[in-house]
């Protein structure tokens, strides 16, 4: 019997898995190396070998496994401006970290794929067709493939998403249709703000303005709801 929880944020770093696994007999030594799951089309590799205790109850040895997403890689790759030249062996022209262009957004996608597939990752990326098409300048100074694609958000505010192996750059399967209101009824009850340079958590939008919120919201006085 096994049962597993999938942590993951929205455009953050690569997803765990965490299972429990409870077996007749004890596994300590019976995990190798490159042990991996698959979930939602990716591969999720076996992080460390996992700890076990025996329960007298369920007369079952209980492991404790984590399994991290094969997207670790894109955190540990640099991103390299891979210029594609038209000989048979498909040699890189130039292969530079740090480099700068302007462009839009199909044309960053396509610089990414030159260097994923330069580097062996098997990793498609597709830009979705709902997406502007607007040339910005972008610069990378010896950075890892996920932080370019944090970069091209920075740069262009067009989010980006997983499905499998794809890296897919726009809103099509990437919206969140729940509102959030104020207030303890209403789910959201405070926004705080992390220092910059720090690692994503999630994205939150924003409507309205101090001009159309009353001042006490969500209470309307200071002393909160009147009971007539």
């Known amino acids: 019997m096994a ?31 490159g042990v ?26 209980k492991h404790t496994a984590e399994f991290v997403s094969e997207r670790t890689i894109l955190e540990t790759v640099y991103f390299f401006d891979v210029v594609k030249t038209d000989a048979t062996d498909d040699k890189p022209v130039s292969n530079n970290s740090t480099f700068s262009f302007s462009g839009n957004l199909r044309q960053f996608a396509q610089r990414l794929q030159r260097s994923m597939y330069w580097s062996g990752i098997d990793y498609t990326v597709v830009v979705d067709s709902d997406v502007p098409l607007e040339d910005k300048f972008n610069e990378f100074n010896d950075q890892f493939i996920f932080d370019a694609l944090k970069s091209m958000y920075d ?14 750059i726009g809103y099509a399967d990437n919206l969140v249709t729940t509102p959030l209101e104020y207030g303890v009824d209403n789910s959201l009850i405070s926004i705080k ?3 910059e340079n720090s690692s994503i958590i999630n994205r939150v939008t924003a409507r ?17 709801y009147v009971s007539v």
């Not at 929880?5 to 190396?33: H, Q, V």
């Not at 089309?41 to 205790?53: A, Q, R, T, V, W």
């Open 3 to 33: 049962t597993f929880k999938y942590s993951a944020k929205r455009m953050g770093n690569a997803p765990i898995i965490s299972a429990t696994i409870d077996f007749p007999r004890c596994l300590d030594s019976e995990w190798t190396e």
């Open 36 to 61: 991996y799951v698959e979930f939602r089309g990716e591969k999720f590799f076996l992080k460390d070998i996992p700890s076990s205790s025996y329960s007298n109850t369920s007369c079952l040895y």
């Open 155 to 168: 740069t262009y505010g067009i989010p980006f998403y997983f499905k499998g192996k794809e890296i897919h």
């Open 193 to 195: 703000r992390n220092r």
């Open 208 to 224: 309205g303005s101090e001009r159309n919120i009353t001042y006490y919201y969500p209470n309307p006085t200071p002393k909160g």
